[in-house]
């Protein structure tokens, strides 16, 4: 039976107000100066939530959390999410209605702060989904995974210090292996190539 994934919050904003946003007249992006700032067409509360690798940003109602509109990410930067050209608070965002009709609002914040916060949300969250991919990727094929190698090369030689403490006098010994594998035993061999040496 499949786990079953659960929904993680990973950033809420108290204030935040969302505009409508006009067509966009060429590929220069969009300017958050177009919008007519001083009257946003709804304000709330955002809440970026995740739920295995998609991330959801919903607005909702300060004091009922009734949904507003919400947003599915699916990689960040991307369509769904794209900030504008002339401010760092405010950004355009897809929202999707569950029946496949999808429509582009603006989003604005109201301090700096919380639209780093916003930004910096979406880029750990993707993050630890691009680690979980390249971790599957490995489970998948160990065999291509990069071997360590921690056995002795031929002609190697380690220089072991060891001090010993007496009660007047500290006395310091140096011992100096060279090791070379291709004339030991087979047993000798296995504990060189595990790091472990008796003579």
Not at 51 to 60: D, M, P, S, V
Not at 124 to 133: A, G, L, S
Request: glycine share 8%; aromatic share 12%.
């Amino acid at each position: 039976m499949a786990e079953e994934e659960y929904e993680a919050v990973l950033c809420v904003k108290p204030a935040v107000h969302v505009y409508r946003v006009p067509p966009r007249a060429s590929n220069r992006g969009y300017r958050a100066a177009e919008w007519q700032l001083d009257q946003p067409a709804w304000s709330g509360r955002l809440r970026i939530t995740a739920k295995g690798k998609t991330a959801f940003i919903k607005l909702e109602d300060k004091t009922s959390g009734e949904l507003f509109a919400q947003a599915p990410v699916e990689q960040f930067p991307g369509i769904a999410v794209e900030g504008v050209t002339d401010s760092s608070r405010y950004f355009v965002i897809r929202i999707e209605d569950g029946n496949g009709r999808r429509a582009f609002i603006g989003v604005g914040f109201v301090d700096r702060g919380d639209a780093f916060d916003f930004n910096v949300a979406l880029q750990d969250h993707f993050k630890w989904v691009k680690q979980q991919n390249e971790l599957a990727k490995q489970a998948e094929n160990p065999d291509q995974a990069p071997k360590l190698d921690l056995g002795f090369k031929e002609g190697q030689t380690i220089k072991l210090n060891i001090a010993h403490v007496g009660k007047r006098k500290r006395e310091e010994y140096s011992l100096s292996l060279f090791c070379q594998p291709h004339f030991l035993s087979d047993s000798k061999q296995t504990q060189a190539n595990a790091g472990w040496v008796q003579f």
